[in-house]
C-alpha cells in the first residue's frame, strides 16, 4: 500500500530495479520503455530526432515524387562553376539551378537562368559526380512550365526574367501569359 502511495506521488520517477540487469548492480535504463511515466519535457531529444529525421525524408522524398531523383545526389561542392563561358546562354550559377530542382523552388530556378537552359550538357563534364545536368534542368523546366500555368511561380521574378533575358524562346510564350 506505502509502495503504490509513493508511487502515484512521483510518477515519472523509474526505479533503478525495475530496469534490466546487464552487470551486477548495473540496471540499463530503456529508451522507449515508461514513456507514459516520462514528462513530455523529457521527451523533447526523442521529439528533435523526429525532426530531424522528417526533414532528412522530405529532403530526399521530394526530389524523387517530382522525378527528379538526381538532384539528391549534388554535394553542392560548386565545381560545375568553372563552366563558365562555356554555357552557350552564359548561365554561372548551376549548381543553384540544381538544388532550386532538389526542392523545387521555381522562383530560384528562374533568377539563375532555368528558363533560357538549352541543354546542351557542357556543363556536365565539370561536374564531380557527373550528374546528368541537362536531364535535370529539363524535368525542372517542364516543372516550372506547369508551375507557371497554375500561378505558383512569382509574377516579379518571371517579369524580372523577362527584362533580364532569362528565358529561353521555347518559354516566352508561357511566361509572357503568367505575366498577362
Ligand atoms: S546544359 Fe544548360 S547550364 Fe549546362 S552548359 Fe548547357 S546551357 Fe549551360
Ligand atoms: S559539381 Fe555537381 S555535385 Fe558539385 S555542385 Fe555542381 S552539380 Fe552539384
Known sequence: ????????????KRD????????PGIHRYQFFTNLKDRGWTMNLDRVAL????????AT????LLRLNPATIYCYECRACYAT????????????????????????????????????????QSFCVQFLPLPQMFAVMQEET????RSG??????LGKALDGGLVGK????????ALS
Open 50 to 57: 523526429f525532426g530531424i529525421v522528417g526533414a532528412l525524408l
Open 1 to 12: 500500500m506505502a509502495d503504490s502511495d509513493s508511487q502515484k506521488k512521483t510518477p515519472h
Open 152 to 157: 505558383l511561380v512569382p509574377r516579379e521574378s
Open 84 to 123: 563558365q563561358d562555356r554555357c552557350p546562354v552564359g548561365i554561372s550559377l548551376q549548381a543553384e539551378l540544381v538544388v532550386a530542382g532538389r526542392v523545387s523552388d521555381y522562383d530560384r530556378f528562374v533568377r539563375n537562368g532555368g528558363l533560357k537552359c538549352i541543354r546542351c550538357g557542357n556543363c
Open 16 to 23: 533503478d530495479t525495475s530496469q534490466p540487469m546487464v552487470l
Open 170 to 177: 521555347e518559354f516566352i510564350d508561357d511566361v509572357v501569359k
Open 145 to 148: 512550365r506547369s508551375a507557371m
Open 60 to 63: 530526399v522524398i521530394k526530389p
